[in-house]
């Protein structure tokens, strides 16, 4: 008999609303994911310790540990801290440091994770891989989906503006790295996952066509969803594909070339997405998103995140370095330093309109 369906590694439970924080023990209980209420709860040592305070009432069976920051060892040494215990899941409460760790924690331990984002910036908080730093710089590992994914709109608007505009710029990077995955199927015959490949881009459409802004409950929650479909769409695809193409090979080499003066995650991948459209003559489509990204406070050129020309190209040369195999439109070209420099003075010129 043919296969006609598929199972889908998906969370349990998504609950993205206002107050949704305050609901967590019973939302937990509901699921079954901790009747007990033992918890092994992540956090960071600072804002962290004010969530603690504000919810350690309602989960009187947690026991807390404070992580010191989001590398490796840091990931490791949570996951021995947990060891001691008995507990139902892992909860990883924070940005994308805290939860990659807690990923990687609840991973060794065998237990499940259940990621409680307190900021919107990046895809990663749904997504089967935790970003850690190692002594070779970073590293990407693989772990299971978070069995539940709660996401307290009152604690977004919290945060620093920079988070939500971070996350803006990595779902919007999504069109590109889907045009990168096309890409790579009609040239080279790349498998594509059309279900993986669809949720991307419609999580990066939805934000570029939402008309709202950072204190907009409505497109906060828009923008929350599409990262959180992002990462189910990795998932699906058993690979970053979908949602990571040439917008994070430049991500990746400004971190790498300029550690000291990177930008967000988001804005680079956002301005990465925006250049990458234009190089593959997608010129309509990559002026609408330099105008989104400008609308939300985001970099547009590179000037705009205090680089210049000349900084700008060695980042696009060395970008396909950093991801070897993998085919996108800056492969495809192949460009030298001066067809990158005339491509941005064209860009850059487009971005102006």
């Known amino acids: 008999m043919p296969v006609l369906t598929r199972l889908i590694p998906a969370p349990v439970v998504v609950d993205i609303r206002a107050g949704a924080l305050a609901d967590l023990a019973g939302v937990l209980a509901d699921q079954r994911i901790s009747g007990s209420g033992k918890l092994a709860v992540a ?27 989001g ?38 331990v ?33 772990v299971p989906n978070p069995i539940a994914v709660v996401i307290d709109l009152d604690v977004i608007r919290e945060a620093p503006a920079r988070f939500v505009r971070s996350g803006i710029g990595d779902a919007l990077s999504n069109i590109s790295a889907v045009a990168d995955w ?3 199927h009609r040239v080279n015959g790349e498998d594509i996952d059309g279900l993986a490949a669809a949720m991307a881009r419609q999580a990066g459409e939805a934000v570029l066509r939402h008309p709202g802004g950072l204190d907009d409950d409505t497109f906060l929650q828009v923008l929350a969803e599409g990262l959180v479909l992002t990462g189910i769409s990795m998932s699906v695809a058993g690979d970053s594909r979908p949602a990571s193409g040439a917008c994070h090979e430049i991500n990746h080499a400004f971190d790498l070339l300029f550690p000291q003066r990177a930008a967000s995650h988001g804005e680079q991948c956002g301005l990465g997405a ?12 990559s002026v609408r998103m330099t105008e989104v990204l400008r609308r939300h406070g985001l970099p547009v050129t590179a000037e705009d995140m205090g680089f210049d020309v000349a900084e700008f190209v060695r980042v ?38």
Not at 44 to 64: I, V
Request: aromatic fraction near 6%; include cysteine; glycine fraction near 14%.
């Open 43 to 69: 956090i960071s040592g600072g804002s962290g310790r004010a969530l603690r305070e504000r919810l350690s009432d309602g989960l009187p069976g947690a026991s807390w540990f404070e992580v010191g920051g």
């Open 71 to 108: 590398t490796l060892n840091d990931a490791v040494k949570l996951a021995e801290s947990m060891k001691s215990g008995r507990y139902d899941a892992v909860v990883g409460l924070g940005g994308g440091k805290i939860i990659d760790c807690a990923k990687f924690a609840a991973a060794r």
């Open 110 to 142: 065998g237990l499940p994770l259940v990621a409680v984002a307190t900021n919107l910036s990046h895809d990663g908080l749904c997504s089967p891989v935790a970003t850690l730093d190692n002594d070779a710089g970073r590293g990407s590992y693989g």
């Open 182 to 184: 096309e890409l790579a």
């Open 274 to 285: 925006a250049f990458a459209m234009h190089l593959r003559g997608a010129v309509q489509e």
């Open 316 to 353: 696009v040369a060395f970008a396909p370095k950093t991801r070897p195999g993998r085919y996108t439109i800056l492969e495809h070209l192949n460009l030298s330093e001066d067809g990158i420099r005339d491509a941005y003075a064209e860009y850059v010129r487009s971005a102006a309109v």
